[in-house]
C-alpha cells in the first residue's frame, strides 16, 4: 500500500472536510503544506520483511533529526532522537527514537544515568488517535518546542527541533488527521477532537462563537478523567511503554489572552508577592488541567480553626482521621497511617565531634544527615555543618584538605569579584546588563531581612557584603545572572558564615540545586509545581478535586512557598531550621513539596469549608505567613513522604530542582543550556 493510499484509506474511515483542518490563517503552515505534500513521494516505505503481508508495511510520511528531550535541567543532559510520522493499515502514528550514544557527558556515572532516560522517553508507536491535543511553543530566545498531551491528561516531555521542522509536523499532520487550531489558544492544535456528528458539524463551520461551542462540548465529552494517578500510568504504560516518561497536563482552555506560555518574562518571578487573578490567568497556559464532567459536591463545612482560640490551638493539626469527606464517594485510602517522628534535639558538638574520625572525616554522613533531619543543628555548629549539606566541603575530606580548599577558594573569589569592580563608570554606561542587575540588587539587598539585628540600621556593612557577593555572583554564572528570591536565600547564609567568600561558595552550591527556579522560561517552578500537584491528588484525593472543580489546579498559590522554599512563612530561626532539614536530603530531595501537601491538608476543612476559589485561597496562603506550626508541618510531611513511597518519587520528574547536582569537568556550576 503506498502513502497515498494509506492516506486515502484514512480519509474514507473518518471523512474529512479541508475547512476542518484550515490553518490557513498561518501563511507558514500553507506553504510548508505544500512543500511537504510535493516531497511525500520522496518518503521511504519500511516493511519488516519484504515478502511480509501488506499488513506489517509502513509508510513513512515524515521524519526529523536532532529533535531533542531534556531529561535533566541541565543542558549537557540532552539526547537527541529521530521522530517519525508512520502510516500503518490506514492509522498514523508517532515514533521517536533517541540515537545511540548521543549526549555530551564526559563521566560514565551520568551517561548511565542519561542512558536510563533513553530507554524511558523512546516512543515506538504512539496511535494519533490517543493524541488530545499538541501545543506548540515559540519562544522569543531559543529553540521552538512541541508539547504532546494524551487523551489520559498525561504528557510527554517537551520535544526541541534542533534543525526545525515543526510547520512541515503540522502541516502533514493536516493530511492525515482531524486537527484544529483551539478557538482559546491559537498555540495548541486539538488533535480528533469531534466526538459526534453534531460536534464535527459545529466545527466545521468556524463561525465566531461556535467553535468555541464545539470546543467545550468536545471537552464535556472527552476529557472526563476520573483515574488515579496510578490507573492512568498503568493503562497508558501497556500501550506506550513511556507512562512513566510522561507528566500529568492539563487541557482547559481559558479566555483568550496573549501566549505567556511561549516566553514568560521574568517579572513574573520577581513580582511572585503580588501574583493576582490576573497573574494566575495569564500563567494557566503552563499548568492546564484536565477537567472532567462530573461534578464535585460542594459541601458547607465548619472552620477548622476558631478564629478565637488560641495561637497554641491554632497551631494544633487536624488528623487525617478527623480531615473533612465529601459526600462524593471517594475511595477510602487503603495504606495504614503512618505518624512522623517527634522533633529531636538539636545536633550538640558532642555528637558532632563524635561523627569525626581523628582526621576530620565525616564517617557516617546518612546517620549524620538523619540527626540534622529530625532535629536540626546547634546554633554554633552551623557555620561548620552546612557547609557539608551546601556541598561546599565533601564528607571524606579531612581537616587539612578544608583547610587548603578554603584558601584556593577565597583567591577563586577575589579573581571572580575584581570583574565587576574594575568596571569604571565609563565602561557601566556601555554595559547595560551590569547597570540593570546592579540596581536590582542594590534595591533588594535594603529590604532584604532588615528586622534582623544582623542587617538592620543605616550604612549596615553586612548589607553591602551582601550586595558584593550578589554581583560577584551574577558575573560568576552570568547566564542566570541575578533574580528577586536569591538575596532571600543568601541573607541567612551570610549569617551564619561571617565570611564573604564562604558564604558566596555555600551560596553558589545552594544555586546548583534552586537556580532551576529562577529560569526565564520557568521550567524549574513548572515542574515543581507539576509534581505538587501529582502528590497532592495521590495523598488527598477530596482536595485535589476540589481544586480542580474551583480551576485551581496551577497551584500557583504555592508559587511563593516553593520559589524561596517557605523564607516568607517562618521567623529567621526557624527558617534556618527548616533548610538545613531540607538540605540534608534524607527522605527526599523533594520534601519542599511534600511540606506544601501537608501544610493544605493541614487547612482542608477551611478552604473548601469556605468555598475558596483562587483569589480567596492566595490571599488565605499569604495570610499563614508566621501562622505554621513548624514542627509539626515537619512530622506530617514525613509521614506524608513514608507513607507515598515509591509513588509518591514516581509523581515527580526527573530533574525537578532541587536535584543534586551532577559532576562534571565544567566546573562547580553547570551552566543552563543556550536553548533554555
Request: hydrophobic content about 35%; glycine content about 6%; charged content about 25%.
Amino acid at each position: 500500500m503506498r502513502g497515498g493510499d494509506a492516506a486515502a484509506a484514512a480519509e474514507e474511515g473518518s471523512p474529512r472536510s479541508p475547512d476542518l483542518h484550515d490553518l490557513s490563517d498561518d501563511s507558514d503552515y500553507a506553504a510548508a503544506a505544500a512543500a511537504t505534500a510535493s516531497d511525500h513521494t520522496a518518503m521511504r516505505t519500511d516493511s519488516a520483511d519484504t515478502g511480509s503481508d501488506e499488513t506489517t508495511r509502513i509508510d513513512v510520511v515524515y521524519e526529523k533529526e536532532r529533535v531533542t528531550i531534556h531529561p535533566t535541567q541541565y543542558g549537557s543532559g540532552r539526547i537527541s532522537g529521530k521522530l517519525r510520522l508512520f502510516l500503518q493499515q490506514g492509522s498514523l502514528f508517532l515514533s521517536w527514537e533517541p540515537n545511540e550514544g548521543d549526549g555530551s557527558l564526559s563521566t560514565s556515572s551520568v551517561a548511565v544515568e542519561i542512558d536510563k532516560y533513553r530507554n524511558l522517553y523512546t516512543i515506538k508507536a504512539l496511535p494519533l488517535s490517543d493524541v488530545r491535543f499538541i501545543r506548540r511553543h515559540t519562544p522569543t530566545f531559543g529553540l521552538d518546542y512541541i508539547i504532546i498531551v494524551l487523551s489520559s491528561g498525561l504528557a510527554f516531555p517537551p520535544f526541541y527541533f534542533y534543525n526545525g521542522g515543526i510547520r512541515e509536523l503540522f502541516a502533514t499532520l493536516k493530511q492525515h488527521v482531524f486537527i484544529i487550531r483551539s478557538d482559546d489558544d491559537p498555540n495548541v492544535f486539538l488533535v480528533n477532537d469531534f466526538q459526534d456528528p453534531l460536534q464535527k458539524s459545529l466545527s466545521s463551520l468556524e463561525l465566531p462563537g461556535v467553535a468555541s461551542v464545539a470546543n467545550a462540548m468536545s471537552r464535556q465529552n472527552s476529557l472526563s478523567f476520573t483515574g488515579s494517578v496510578d490507573e492512568t500510568r498503568h493503562a497508558d504504560d501497556g500501550r506506550h511503554g513511556a507512562a512513566s516518561s510522561m507528566s500529568q497536563y492539563s487541557s482547559k482552555q481559558k479566555p483568550k489572552s496573549n501566549d505567556p506560555g511561549r516566553d514568560l518574562s521574568i517579572q513574573v518571578l520577581e513580582k511572585f508577592s503580588l501574583v493576582t487573578k490576573f497573574a494566575r490567568d495569564t500563567t494557566s497556559s503552563l499548568f492546564r488541567d484536565n477537567i472532567g464532567a462530573h461534578a464535585y459536591g460542594r459541601q458547607q463545612h465548619g472552620y477548622a480553626l476558631d478564629n478565637q482560640a488560641s495561637d497554641k490551638q491554632k497551631n494544633q493539626y487536624v488528623t487525617p482521621e478527623k480531615d473533612y469527606v465529601p459526600s462524593a464517594p471517594v475511595e477510602s485510602d487503603p495504606i495504614p497511617l503512618v505518624w512522623g517522628k517527634q522533633r529531636d534535639r538539636p545536633l550538640s558538638v558532642e555528637e558532632w565531634t563524635a561523627f569525626l574520625d581523628p582526621e576530620g572525616r565525616v564517617m557516617d554522613s546518612k546517620a549524620l544527615r538523619k540527626k540534622v533531619f529530625y532535629g536540626g543543628i546547634d546554633h554554633v555548629l552551623r557555620k561548620e555543618v552546612w557547609k557539608f549539606l551546601l556541598g561546599y566541603h565533601e564528607y571524606d575530606s579531612t581537616y587539612a584538605e578544608r583547610e587548603y580548599l578554603t584558601a584556593m577558594k577565597r583567591a577563586e573569589y577575589e579573581a571572580i569579584k575584581s570583574q565587576w569592580k574594575s568596571i569604571s563608570a565609563t565602561q557601566a554606561k556601555r554595559f547595560t546588563k551590569f547597570r540593570e542587575r546592579k540596581g536590582l540588587i542594590d534595591k533588594d539587598v535594603v529590604r532584604t531581612d532588615r528586622s534582623v539585628p544582623y542587617y538592620e540600621g543605616d550604612e549596615n556593612r553586612n548589607v553591602v557584603v551582601l550586595r558584593d557577593i550578589l554581583l560577584t555572583y551574577s558575573f560568576y554564572n552570568f547566564d542566570l545572572g541575578y533574580c528577586q528570591g536569591m538575596s532571600d536565600f543568601l541573607a541567612p547564609i551570610l549569617y551564619i558564615m561571617e565570611d564573604e567568600s564562604e558564604s558566596f561558595w555555600c551560596f553558589a552550591s545552594l544555586m546548583e540545586r534552586l537556580g532551576a527556579n529562577f529560569n526565564r522560561d520557568q521550567n524549574g517552578m513548572h515542574a515543581q509545581l507539576l509534581a505538587l500537584s501529582k502528590l497532592v491528588e495521590l495523598l488527598d484525593p477530596p482536595l485535589h478535586n476540589y481544586f480542580r472543580q474551583n480551576d485551581c489546579l496551577n497551584y500557583f498559590f504555592c508559587f511563593r512557598w516553593v520559589l524561596i522554599q517557605f523564607k516568607r512563612e517562618f521567623s529567621f530561626e526557624q527558617i534556618m531550621l527548616l533548610w538545613e532539614v531540607l538540605w540534608t536530603h534524607y527522605l527526599s530531595e523533594h520534601f519542599h513539596l511534600y511540606l506544601c501537601v501537608a501544610i493544605l491538608k493541614r487547612y482542608r476543612q477551611r478552604i473548601i469549608g469556605e468555598q475558596m476559589d483562587f483569589d480567596t485561597l492566595l490571599k488565605f496562603i499569604n495570610e499563614l505567613s508566621g501562622q505554621i506550626n513548624l514542627d509539626r508541618a515537619i512530622q506530617d510531611a514525613e509521614a506524608l513522604c513514608t507513607i507515598a513511597g515509591e509513588n509518591g518519587a514516581s509523581c515527580i520528574p526527573p530533574g525537578t530542582p532541587p536535584s543534586m547536582p551532577i559532576e562534571t569537568d565544567g566546573g562547580l556550576y553547570v551552566q543552563q543550556d543556550e536553548v533554555l
